[in-house]
């Protein structure tokens, strides 16, 4: 069994740092891609930050410059650097992990989510 747990969310002032990490454990062969999620109060969910399945990087536009991504392949972990951090950033901030398992039924990819972290940008 997978499980993708994320950490470091937490109230900053606005033009603050904050770094989340999202770890993934169990039996697999390997993260073929990741990316972070959010979703503010009252909106759906949409992507911030990504490693799509060719390694490439995306950004949503709000927060080009601001934030990276990037990642561990020995430790199976993905952080995302928040820099610059504005009120408009406050949401609940979820990974989300292309992972790809071989067990007695072959070869298979599966995405997998973490619970979410709360990150709120307030003075």
């Known amino acids: 069994q997978v499980q993708v747990v994320e950490s470091g969310g937490g109230l900053v002032q606005p033009g603050g740092s904050l770094r989340l990490t999202c770890a993934a454990s169990g039996s697999f062969n390997s993260i073929y891609a990741s990316g972070w999620y959010r979703q503010g109060p009252g909106n759906s969910r949409e992507l911030v930050a990504e490693?799509?399945?060719?390694?490439?990087?995306n950004y949503a536009d709000s927060v080009k410059g601001r934030f990276t991504i990037s990642r561990d392949r020995a430790k199976n972990t993905v952080a995302l650097q928040m820099n610059s951090l504005e009120p408009e950033d406050t949401a609940v901030y979820y990974c989300?992990?292309?992972?790809?398992?071989?067990?007695?039924?072959?070869?298979?990819?599966?995405?997998?989510w973490g619970q979410g972290t709360q990150v709120t940008v307030s003075s």
């Open positions: 490693f799509d399945s060719g390694g490439r990087s």
């Open positions: 989300k992990l292309g992972i790809r398992v071989s067990d007695y039924r072959g070869l298979w990819e599966s995405d997998y």
